[in-house]
RNA sequence: UGGGGCAUGGUGCAAUGGCAGCACACCAGCCUUUGGAGCUGUGGAUCUUGGUUCGAAUCCAGGUGCCCCAGCCA
C-alpha cells in the first residue's frame, strides 16, 4: 500500500552486508553465533546475538549457533545448554548447532598443509621464550631457532604433538607470517598448543592439542560458508591473520565485521567478578534478579520483548571510546521493559508498607465486590471483582498526618478516592505509646461506590488498598541497582566497595485475592507501584513477587527536590 | 612509544556536501478513577585549528583526547 513507509533498520553492518549481495561478492547470507561455553550470557551478548541473528534472518538467510570449544580448561557443558536455554528464550532461531570440535579433525588436516606449503612450524621455545622474542610495540620480534625447521621434521614434530608425546608447553604449531610486522598478531602467531588435561567436553581425551582462537575460528567459518562473521572492535587488528589462512589455504573467504559492543551502567559484565558476587554470597546465585545475567532478568520480570527492543534502540556503530564499548543508561534500558509492560500486563492492587484504615461509618459485616478494570491499556484484558469490607490496608506512603505542600493524599480532613471503591474522608489517627501511627480512622460516602461522586465532587487522589479480611500475605522483594557507582568496575577490587547495601529490601505485604498463588513467571502491574513478578520461591501458604521495575513516581520526584 | 580504531546535547543513535534530527534522561504544562499511561512544549550538541567549496558534522591537512593490541584466553 504504503510501499515507502516502511522504514527498514539501517546501519554500516546491513548495508556492507546489502553491498556484498549487490556485487555478488556472496550469493546468501550466513552468520554465526560463536559464543564460548564457559558462563551464563548477559546483557552484553545480546547484542551481538540480535545482530547475528536479525541479518541473517533479513536476508532470508540462516544463523548458525557454534559454540566455541577450543579450550578444555575453560569449558563446560553445563554453559552449553544454559545457553541455548535463554538464546531461545529471547526468540533466537538457528538452523543448525555445531561445535567448533566438530571440525577438529579437518582443522588439522589444514594445518598440515600449511605445513607443507612451508607456512606453519613447531616451535620448541618456551611460553617464557615465545614471549620475550614476540618484540614489542616499537621492537620488531627475533625469529624462532626452528622457524626454519624442514618440513618433514615439522610434519613428524606436529604429529607426536598430536598424540600425546610431549608435555603441556613444550611445543606450539605456529604460522610462518613476520616477526617484524607492526601488527603482533602478524608475528608467527600460535595455532596449536598442547593441552593433556581435563579432557574435553565432547572430544574426551582424542586431542592433546587443541586450536587457538584465530586459527580455529576464521577456518571453521570458512568450513561451513559463513559469509559475514560480525564480532566486537577488538577484534579489529585480527582481520588481517582472519584474512591471511584461507588465502594461504584457497578456501572460501568469509567477511569479518566489527561494531562496539553493549554494556550498562550501574552493573558489570566480567565472568570473573561476577563469579566472585555468587560465591561470596553478595547475590543469591546466577539467577539472582539483580545479575545482569539473562537467567536473573528472566526472573525478575523483564521481557525478552523488552530486552531486544532495548537493543534494537540503541543500534550499531564502531564508537571506540571505552574498553567496555558502548555504555547504556540502565534508565534506558528499564524504560524499554515499562514500555512492554505497561502494554501487556494485568493490573492489580497490593499494599507493600501496610497501614490499616478502619472506616467507621461502613457496616460491620458488609462485603462488596467491587469491579476493578485489568488493564486499562487493553480492553480485551477485562475486568474482576475486588472485595471491599470495614476494615482495608492502605500503603503507609499515602498518608501523612501533617501533609508537606503539594501532599495530595490521605491527611486529617481529606478526602481521596480509593480506587474502584468509595471515597474516604480521614478523620482520626491512633498512635502507640511511641507515638507511631497503627491505624487510621476514616468515614466514607455511600453515594461514591465505584469512585465517582454523583453531585460532581472531585478528589485530587486516587489510592490503592486491600480488604484486610480478604488480603493474601506475601513476600515482596524490593530491587534497586546493584553497584552504587556507574562502572564499578574501575580497579580489581573496587566493585566490592561500591555494592549497594540496599539493592535487596524484603517487605511483607497484602495483596488482592487473585493474587494469592500466581503462576511463577507470571508479571502484573502493581497499581501505582511498579510491575511484579511471580518468584519461583513462593509457596502456597505465601507468594513471593519481585519488583521489576517501578512506575515513574513524580510525587517521589517532587518531594525529594523539596528537600 | 609502533600498529589498529573512535570523537554529534547528560546518554545512545541519525543526518552519506544543502535548514543538525530521534529516543532515553531533564524541565514546564495539559489530561487523568494509577501523581501510572498518554499528549504538548522548552532548554541543551558537531573535540580543536586551518584548508577546499556558493555551502562542511560530512572532504583534506595538522593538533588534542579516548579505546584496543606485546595469552600457549576468546
Not at 602467531?189 to 593433556?196: A, C, E, N, Q, S
Not at 460532581?456 to 553497584?483: C, N, P
Request: proline letters at 7%.
Amino acid at each position: 500500500m504504503n510501499p515507502e513507509e516502511e522504514k527498514k533498520p539501517t546501519d554500516f553492518i546491513r548495508e556492507a552486508v546489502a553491498e556484498d549481495l549487490k556485487s555478488g561478492r556472496f550469493s546468501y547470507v550466513r552468520t554465526r553465533l560463536p559464543p564460548e561455553p564457559n558462563g551464563y550470557l548477559h546483557i552484553g551478548h545480546v547484542k551481538a546475538f540480535m545482530i547475528d541473528y536479525l541479518i541473517a534472518k533479513e536476508n532470508n538467510g540462516e544463523l548458525i549457533l557454534r559454540f566455541d570449544d577450543t579450550n578444555p580448561t575453560k569449558e563446560e557443558t553445563e554453559f552449553v545448554d544454559a545457553i541455548m536455554e535463554d538464546a531461545r528464550w529471547l526468540g533466537i532461531e538457528w538452523a543448525k548447532v555445531t561445535y567448533a570440535s566438530d571440525y577438529f579433525d579437518e582443522l588439522y588436516e589444514w594445518a598440515k598443509k600449511l605445513v607443507l606449503m612451508g607456512k606453519a612450524y613447531v616451535d620448541d621455545q618456551s611460553p617464557e621464550e615465545v614471549s620475550a622474542n614476540r618484540g614489542t610495540f616499537t621492537e620488531p620480534g627475533r625469529n624462532s631457532p626452528h622457524r626454519d625447521r624442514d618440513v618433514e621434521e615439522n610434519l613428524d614434530l606436529l604429529e607426536r604433538m598430536k598424540n600425546g608425546e610431549f608435555p603441556d608447553g613444550s611445543r606450539v604449531l605456529r604460522a610462518k607470517i613476520d616477526m617484524a610486522h607492526p601488527n603482533l598478531n602478524m608475528r608467527d602467531p600460535v595455532m596449536y598448543r598442547i593441552i593433556h588435561e581435563p579432557p574435553h567436553h565432547r572430544t574426551g581425551s582424542k586431542w592433546k592439542i587443541y586450536p587457538m582462537y584465530d586459527w580455529a575460528h576464521g577456518q571453521n567459518d570458512s568450513m561451513e560458508g559463513i559469509t559475514h562473521s560480525l564480532c566486537s572492535l577488538e577484534y579489529r587488528d585480527h582481520r588481517p591473520l582472519y584474512e591471511w589462512f584461507p588465502e594461504q589455504l584457497g578456501v572460501f573467504k568469509p567477511r569479518q565485521i566489527e561494531f562496539a559492543r553493549l554494556n550498562l551502567n550501574y552493573t558489570l559484565m566480567s565472568k570473573r567478578k561476577l563469579r566472585r558476587l555468587v560465591e561470596e554470597n553478595h547475590v543469591s546465585g546466577w539467577d539472582d534478579p539483580r545479575m545482569p545475567t539473562l537467567r536473573a532478568m528472566r526472573r525478575r520480570g523483564y521481557t525478552p520483548e523488552a530486552i531486544v527492543e532495548f537493543v534494537q534502540r540503541m543500534g550499531i556503530s564502531t564508537v571506540a571510546t571505552s574498553n567496555a564499548g558502548v555504555i547504556a543508561d540502565a534508565a534506558f534500558l528499564e524504560a524499554c521493559v515499562r514500555d512492554d509492560l505497561n502494554k501487556h500486563s494485568l493490573r492489580r492492587m497490593a499494599v507493600i508498607r501496610p497501614l490499616k484504615v478502619i472506616i467507621d461509618n461502613y457496616p460491620d459485616d458488609l462485603v462488596e465486590e467491587m469491579d476493578a478494570i485489568n488493564n486499562p491499556e487493553d480492553p480485551s484484558a477485562g475486568a474482576r471483582k475486588v472485595p471491599f469490607s470495614k476494615v482495608l490496608y492502605i500503603e503507609q506512603d499515602d498518608f501523612r498526618e501533617t501533609p508537606p505542600p503539594k501532599y495530595y493524599r490521605l491527611h486529617p480532613g481529606n478526602e481521596v478516592r480509593l480506587r474502584y471503591g468509595y471515597f474516604i474522608k480521614c478523620t482520626d489517627v491512633v498512635k502507640d505509646a511511641d507515638g507511631n501511627i497503627i491505624e487510621v480512622h476514616a468515614t466514607y460516602d455511600p453515594a461514591t461506590k465505584g469512585g465517582d461522586s454523583p453531585d460532581g465532587r472531585k478528589v485530587k487522589s486516587t489510592i490503592h488498598w486491600v480488604s484486610a479480611a480478604h488480603a493474601q500475605e506475601a513476600e515482596i522483594r524490593m530491587y534497586d541497582r546493584l553497584f552504587t557507582k556507574e562502572d564499578p568496575e574501575e580497579g580489581e577490587e573496587g566493585f566490592l566497595a561500591c555494592l549497594n547495601p540496599n539493592s535487596l529490601e524484603i517487605l511483607t505485604g497484602y495483596v488482592e485475592p487473585h493474587l494469592a498463588s500466581p503462576e511463577i513467571g507470571s508479571r502484573f502491574q502493581f497499581e501505582r507501584l511498579g510491575y511484579f513478578c511471580a518468584d519461583k520461591d513462593s509457596t502456597s501458604e505465601k507468594p513471593v513477587f519481585n519488583l521489576t521495575v517501578n512506575l515513574k513516581d513524580t510525587w517521589a520526584k517532587l518531594e525529594k527536590k523539596a528537600k
